[in-house]
């Protein structure tokens, strides 16, 4: 399914914030397996969270920021010295007085990766 998502990452080592595109699966579900990925990666290969969520996913594409992509249905925010994740949602709503459609990012949850990678997998 193509659920479009952004993920950046915060607080790398020695980097600047990144911002990582995927085309498919951008759902929390499909987010947390792409984490658990990079972190396996990370501790099999002692490389970055963000080295190895590019790594672990062939579909992952750098991209200047969330806005890059309009068409993006989630947003994560990654705090790799934190080790937790901010999921947003798009909302759209429509109108009926002004008969305006509008979009919004709604924040869903921002948690220690462990338990979002556990709850998301686990479902």
């Known amino acids: ?27 929390p579900r499909g987010a947390a397996i792409y984490l658990e990925k990079a972190l396996i990666h990370a501790t099999d290969n002692k490389r970055t ?41 798009r909302e759209g709503h429509w109108n009926n007085v002004t008969e305006e459609y509008t979009e919004s990012w709604n924040h869903e949850v921002t948690t220690r990766l462990a338990n979002f990678i556990g709850e998301e997998t686990a479902a």
């Open 1 to 27: 399914m193509a659920t479009r998502a952004t993920y950046r990452f915060i607080n790398n080592l020695m980097a600047p914030d990144v911002c990582v595109y995927i085309h498919w699966d951008g759902y």
């Open 49 to 89: 969270m963000l080295e190895s969520f590019i790594a672990a996913n062939e579909s992952a594409e750098i991209t200047s920021s969330h806005e890059a992509h309009g068409d993006t249905d989630y947003r994560y925010d990654i705090d790799a010295k934190l080790l937790t994740v901010t999921v947003w949602r």
